[in-house]
């Protein structure tokens, strides 16, 4: 397999899923669009992709999508407003989301897992490798991982998973990798994925995050794969089949990250998001971290 020499821009984000752990505040609201301090949680990812070079986006959304849509289009109402306010510190920060990318949306209808998600993709991204960011999954962005990826999917071809090493407690939570060491001390060779598996069965503690670099071989794989685990076409085994026959998409690599990340779609991470991007901003930091040093010595 000859490795990739086309410049990957296109990103795909899938936003369809249910937030079933985050109602009721997800009843008529994306998970997606659940703030981290004064931003929704997507734009972070749609920011992510952009800084990793990737300025055409695709957004897979199901019901509930008009807010999605409505946060990375113009408001003019609202601009002008601000405009006669003459508040341009405010109205800069509401054309920031508009003017960032080239957004694309497709509907998943039903959402039948994130495999499915993904295919939905096809005919937008074509036949170049292409990135998949998960839309509830934040990675600090002094923490670049998505540029790391794309490059190694530049050098071997194929496609690129991100990994990160949690407690074998946990592995139960994730896809897991079964992997061998490579040249590079940050990237493995996966050559196993299991979703989901229990502590005693996992290959190894390397967790599949929500950050993919995918050779378009795997929309005709998924077309292909049976509803697994849950009930729902999922994007790991998929990801099974192309590790374990490089001859159908190339060989699958993975990138280990070992900086920040935040799952928002889970209400306990969702929280230490929002505490430390809060603690580190220049304009909120200095207040809340005080209060926060308070609480928690004094009130706690
Ligand atoms: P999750 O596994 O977090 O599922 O999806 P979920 O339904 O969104 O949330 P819970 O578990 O019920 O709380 C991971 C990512 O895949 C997307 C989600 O939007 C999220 O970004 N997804 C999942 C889809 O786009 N479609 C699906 O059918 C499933």
Request: hydrophobic share 40%; charged share 25%.
């Amino acid at each position: 397999m000859t490795p990739s020499r086309t410049r990957i821009s296109k990103a795909v984000i899938p936003a369809a899923g249910l937030g079933t752990r985050f109602l009721p505040a997800t009843k008529a609201t994306p998970k997606e669009m659940l703030p981290v301090v004064d931003k929704p949680a997507i734009q972070y990812v749609v920011e992510e992709a952009v800084s990793a070079g990737l300025s055409d986006v695709l957004m897979v959304t199901g019901r509930n999508k008009r807010p999605l849509e409505d946060h990375f289009d113009r408001n003019y109402e609202l601009e002008e407003a601000l405009r006669r306010k003459k508040d341009e510190s405010r109205l800069a920060r509401v054309q920031e989301s508009s003017d960032l990318a080239t957004m694309h949306y497709v509907r998943q209808g039903d959402p039948r897992g994130l495999g499915h998600a993904v295919l939905c993709a096809a005919p937008h991204v074509g036949d170049q490798p292409f990135a998949v960011l998960l839309g509830d999954d934040l990675i600090d962005p002094r923490d670049p991982l998505l540029s790391r990826m794309i490059q190694t999917q530049e050098l071997h071809g194929g496609s690129v998973v991100a990994l990160m090493e949690v407690d074998p407690a946990q592995i139960h939570l994730y896809g897991c990798a079964a992997v061998k060491g490579t040249d590079a001390d940050d990237v493995v060779r996966v050559t196993d994925l299991v979703e989901k598996p229990d502590a005693a069965d996992a290959p190894s503690n390397y967790a599949i995050i929500g950050r993919y670099v995918l050779d378009p071989a795997v929309f005709e794989v998924l077309s292909k794969t049976e509803p697994g685990r849950g009930g729902e076409i999922q994007l790991t085994d998929a990801l099974q089949t192309l590790a374990g026959d490089e001859t159908v998409g190339g060989p699958v690599h993975g990138v280990v990250f070992q900086g920040r990340r935040y799952d928002t779609g889970d209400r306990g991470d969702y929280l230490r998001a929002i505490v430390r991007l809060a603690c580190e901003r220049e304009d909120l930091g200095p207040d809340f971290r005080a209060w926060l040093h308070h609480y928690v010595t004094e009130e706690m």
